[in-house]
């Protein structure tokens, strides 16, 4: 059973930058895409962006437009963690960010849909102000 614990949100005014860990245990990443989702109060959930273990070191990574040119996914330093660097945030970026994984099964191109992930984390807040 794999475990996905996020880290790192908080109060951060427009503009600031916040960085975001998924440290996952009770199984190694190999080939499994790692994503972030968020939801904001009375707003679905929604993917945020997404990447895949593969050859190594070479990875497929996804982002939605919302965040593109924004936010970094990346391999943290330490073993089974992935983060997500956010900068330039805005208020519409206030949500509940969740860390998902999928069981590895698959290769190529992350997926960007929530029911293709089969372990969550328990979420950690980001709310940004003006």
């Known amino acids: 059973q794999v475990q996905l614990v996020e880290s790192g949100g908080g109060l951060v005014q427009a503009g600031g930058s916040l960085k975001l860990s998924c440290v996952a245990s009770?199984?190694?990443?190999?080939?499994?895409?790692v994503a972030w989702f968020r939801q904001a109060p009375g707003k679905e959930r929604e993917f945020v962006a997404a990447?895949?273990?593969?050859?190594?070191?070479?990875?497929?990574?996804e982002y939605a437009d919302s965040g593109k040119g924004r936010f970094t996914i990346s391999k943290g330093n330490a073993e089974n963690t992935v983060s997500l660097r956010m900068n330039s945030l805005k208020l519409e970026d206030t949500a509940a960010y969740y860390c998902a994984a999928d069981q590895g099964r698959d290769n190529g191109e992350p997926p960007i849909h929530d029911y293709a992930y089969d372990y969550w984390g328990q979420g950690t807040q980001v709310t940004v102000s003006s």
């Open positions: 009770g199984r190694t990443f190999s080939n499994n895409a």
């Open positions: 990447l895949r273990w593969s050859l190594g070191s070479v990875y497929f990574v």
